[in-house]
Structure formats: structure tokens, C-alpha cells
């Protein structure tokens, strides 16, 4: 890996999306051909208001791409977790990049906007709280996003480490304490 601090990927506060995308995919690709897995690795640049907060975006794909995807892709949100800490990135910056594989990622977090919005229908007519199941924090984030600007509902995150999810609540009940 090269000499790519944090302090480097950040400048005023913000992430240099060219030097965190040739850091990523410099990590990346080192991962992939210690592991022996045969991937291709590309890394693009977003701009702002894309859609969503990744500024930089990289795409793990290939003949090996079902071992990341294996058990709800824990070893590919492992190897973002791995990127994220060999980067030395601060939380309040993982929301900047994104790793994917074959776009599993992206349409993971279409079906959660559409889970949440169905949901969040059901707790609008019922008037009752809907729990939906444990979730990545990346995941609930993408929740509460897609229901801040429903008109009648209200989220809040549950629970503890892995058992961390997102409860859709009516507006006008209290959150339980």
C-alpha cells in the first residue's frame, strides 16, 4: 500500500476524490491478488448530488464475485470495512465511498428505499410501530433517508451492535425510551 495517510484523503474537511480513488483501488487490487482471487477492480469519481453521498465509487467484479457475495456479502462489507481502516478514514467519511460487486450493493439498498416505503405505509394506515430487521448502520442510514420527508412517520434506530434496527414509528407517537 502506498504512503496515503488520512490527512492526506482529506483536505478542509472534505475527501480528494482522486487520491482516495487511487488509494482504494492501489488497496483494493493489493487484497484481491494476495487472495488470489480473480476480480477486476473499477473505481470511478461522483460528484455531489448524485443520488447519494459517494463521492467515490468502487466495483468488484468477476469470474470470483460470488465468494463477496456469500451470506448476505459479509466478505465483501468486510473488505469495505478493511478499505475504510487501511485508508484511515473517520466514520463521519465512510458515507464518501462505496464498494460494491456486480451492483448487489446497489440494488441491496433500492429494495431497503422500497422496503421502508411500503412499511412505512403500512405504520401511516395502522397507526401501529413497524420493526424492520437488523441492518448494517450504511443500511439504516439509507432507511432514514427515505422516510424523512414521508408525511406521518418517523424512524428511530434500536438495539445494540448486530441486533441494530431501524423502527418505523407514527409521527405522532413518542418514541419509546
Known amino acids: 500500500m502506498s504512503k496515503v495517510m488520512a490527512q492526506e484523503l482529506i483536505r478542509d474537511g472534505k475527501l480528494d476524490r482522486?487520491?482516495?480513488?487511487?488509494?482504494?483501488?492501489?488497496f483494493l487490487e493489493n487484497i484481491i491478488r494476495a487472495a488470489g482471487l480473480q476480480l477486476k477492480v473499477t473505481v470511478?469519481?461522483?460528484g455531489p448530488g448524485g443520488g447519494s453521498d459517494a463521492e467515490v465509487l468502487a466495483d468488484v467484479d468477476g469470474r470470483?464475485?460470488?465468494?463477496?457475495?456469500?451470506?448476505?456479502?459479509?466478505?465483501?462489507?468486510?473488505?469495505?470495512h478493511l478499505a475504510f481502516?487501511?485508508?484511515?478514514?473517520?466514520?463521519?467519511?465512510?458515507e464518501k465511498i462505496h464498494i460494491d460487486c456486480g451492483g448487489y450493493r446497489a440494488l441491496r439498498f433500492e429494495e431497503l428505499r422500497m422496503t421502508a416505503k411500503v412499511a412505512a405505509e403500512r405504520v401511516q394506515s395502522s397507526k401501529q410501530p413497524f420493526p424492520l430487521n437488523p441492518m448494517t448502520s450504511r443500511e439504516r442510514r439509507?432507511?432514514?433517508l427515505a422516510l424523512k420527508d414521508i408525511?406521518?412517520?418517523?424512524?428511530e434506530?434500536?438495539?445494540?451492535?448486530?441486533?441494530?434496527?431501524?423502527?418505523i414509528h407514527p409521527a405522532d407517537k413518542p418514541a419509546s425510551k
Open 18 to 26: 482522486q487520491a482516495a480513488a487511487d488509494a482504494l483501488r492501489e
Open 44 to 46: 470511478t469519481m461522483a
Open 64 to 80: 470470483d464475485k460470488e465468494i463477496l457475495l456469500e451470506r448476505g456479502a459479509d466478505v465483501l462489507k468486510a473488505l469495505e
Open 85 to 94: 481502516r487501511a485508508l484511515r478514514l473517520e466514520p463521519e467519511h465512510h
Open 142 to 144: 439509507i432507511v432514514h
Open 151 to 155: 408525511p406521518g412517520v418517523r424512524t
Open 157 to 167: 434506530s434500536i438495539g445494540v451492535g448486530e441486533h441494530r434496527q431501524v423502527v
